[in-house]
Structures are given as C-alpha cells and as structure tokens.
C-alpha cells in the first residue's frame, strides 16, 4: 500500500478511520465480555450462598435406622420404583462426615 506524501491529506484520514474505529468496537466488546463474565461470576457466587443455606444439617448416631435415597432413579421407566432403600443401620462416622452404613 502506497501512502501519500502529505501527512494532512483526505486519504490518510480515509485509511486510518476505519482501522480506528475497528480497534474501538474491538475495545467496546472486550469491556462488554469482562462485565457479562464479571456478573456470572457474581450471580454464581449467589447462588451458591442461596443454595447452601437451605441445606438442613442431620444429626445422626451409631445405631440409628436411615434410609438410603436412591439417586439413579430414572423417571417413568416402565414401573414405578421407590426412591428409597433400606433401612441401613450406621455403624461408624469418617471424619469428613461420611458414614459408613
């Protein structure tokens, strides 16, 4: 590409404008990705917090009768099945809060 001697000239503008504007909408849309990323991050955070305080904390004992709910339940797989099994009775507590049934 040739460039024209006169530094002031319309065809320098003309060159230059578009590359200009490109860089601006390029800059806009990096701003516009970080705010949408930004409140994701925050709408999760949110929810995680809204979520977590609706966990009910279960006291259980060595001994005790539970009942085992049945996670893989498939919905309407023919017949209808329990979502729980059991009872199993805890024989022993982990120290992350797992028990042993």
Not at 61 to 77: A, D, E, N, R
Request: contains cysteine; aromatic residues 10%.
């Amino acid at each position: 590409m040739k460039f024209p001697d006169e530094p002031d000239s319309l065809c320098t503008l003309s060159i230059i404008e578009p590359i200009v504007q490109e860089v601006f909408e390029l800059d806009c849309k990096n701003k516009l990705e970080e705010d949408f990323l930004d409140n994701l991050e925050i709408e999760d955070k949110e929810t995680k917090v809204f979520h977590v305080a609706r966990i009910s904390k279960k006291n259980f004992t060595v001994g005790q009768k539970v009942l085992l709910q049945h996670s893989k339940l498939k919905f309407f797989p023919g017949k209808l099945r329990s979502h729980w099994l059991g009872p199993y009775v805890i024989t022993k507590f982990f120290a992350n809060g797992a028990v042993e049934i």
